[in-house]
């Protein structure tokens, strides 16, 4: 059994699943890995581990089922039919099916058998609780978000958002970019950043993201200070410096987070916004030493809706879900996405299959 670092998506999943046993209904609950029988003792029911995703011993396993009881089909990543959406495989996870129920928003962005091809071989295909409650929060982001509407964006390389970067400034107003991502942005406008991590291939691009930004009426917002040190692996900030032309990182170090005048500098301009999407850590997050940026951030955020509960605040990326968790403060969110891939997509305004197949 695989070990579970943050339940996020195993946990979103219960409302439906006891939605649909105490209604009685004869699940067949399917996951990519081996934790669909970790949800299934979750939600406190009898059910059964088939063997093998697609076999006669799942097969005959569904046949049995009673009302309220559950198949446990596990590892269909392990198929090969799975990632190709082979129709044979897909049938065989339909088997039987007279509604196939779509809640795993975080895999809505992968064409695959149990994402898309069950769905069409079901009689009918619905969204499940969660992924009804993902939409509901992401796509009025795409649409018509409240205004001012802010972005917030981190991670590690800015080539990983560009294309998020470029569907959102004719939408946002503020866009604040943090974390390893920012070097790169800073580096195109001469900043000294030392060893930071920079996609150089990108400057170009990066230079011309912040004429677009500002061509937009696009406020952006890029760290004014960092905490640095001399690698990855260092047990301790090395200093904390000013990021501008004329100071910025020494040659020997790099920024591994953001500093308390940045974080002030974000706070500043949050203040008024209705809307505010983030995702991705503001620096090394899974580095204690490191971690200060982006725990901060999720504060003032939970502290942006305490003072006005009526700003909507969505966080998504698994850094900054994790960091928004470990401080306690998921409740004090408007929405906390389980999806990666699939949350940056839709935000990029593609249409996701594992979305598209349902309600059919």
């Known amino acids: 059994m695989p070990t579970i670092s943050d339940p996020t998506r195993l946990l979103a999943a219960l409302p439906t699943l006891r939605l649909l046993t105490e209604a009685q209904a004869r699940i067949t609950l399917v996951s990519h890995l081996e934790l669909a029988s970790l949800l299934a003792g979750e939600a406190k029911v009898s059910f059964a581990n088939a063997s093998s995703c697609v076999s006669a011993e799942a097969a005959t396993a569904r046949d049995r089922l009673g009302p309220g009881e559950i198949v446990v089909l596990e590892n269909t990543r392990l198929h090969p039919g799975e990632t190709v959406n082979e129709p044979a495989f897909a049938a065989a996870l339909a088997h039987g099916a007279d509604l196939y129920v779509g809640d795993a928003f975080g895999a809505a962005h992968r064409a695959h058998g149990s994402t898309v091809g069950a769905a069409a071989a079901a009689r009918h295909a619905v969204a499940g609780l969660c992924m009804e409650d993902e939409l509901a929060a992401l796509l009025p982001l795409v649409d018509k978000p409240p205004k001012p509407f802010t972005a917030i964006l981190g991670g590690a390389k800015v080539s990983s958002k560009l294309p998020l970067i470029r569907a959102l400034l004719p939408r946002v107003d503020t866009l604040i970019v943090g974390g390893g991502m920012a070097y790169t942005l800073l580096a195109a406008q001469g900043v000294p950043v030392g060893n930071s991590l ?10 011309s993201l912040v004429d677009d930004a500002a061509a937009a009426g696009v406020s952006l917002v890029l760290p004014c200070d960092a905490a640095i040190a001399e690698s990855i692996s260092a047990a301790t900030v090395g200093d904390v410096v000013d990021l501008a032309p004329g100071a910025g990182i020494p040659d020997g170090a790099m920024g591994l987070d953001i500093g308390p005048a940045s974080l002030d500098l974000f706070a500043a301009a949050l203040k008024g916004s209705q809307a505010v999407l983030w995702n991705g850590p503001m620096g090394l997050f899974e580095s204690p030493p ?55 997509e839709l935000l990029q305004g593609i249409e996701l299959p594992g979305v598209a197949v349902l309600s059919k």
């Open 198 to 207: 920079v996609e150089r291939e990108l400057l170009a691009d990066a230079a």
């Open 290 to 344: 490191f971690a200060t940026g982006t725990a901060g951030l999720a504060r003032l955020l939970a502290d942006l809706r305490s003072d006005d509960p009526s700003v909507v605040t969505v966080v998504g990326g698994g850094d900054s879900v994790a960091a928004v968790a470990e401080q306690n403060l998921t409740s004090a969110f408007s929405h906390v996405s389980t999806g990666g891939g699939a949350t940056l």
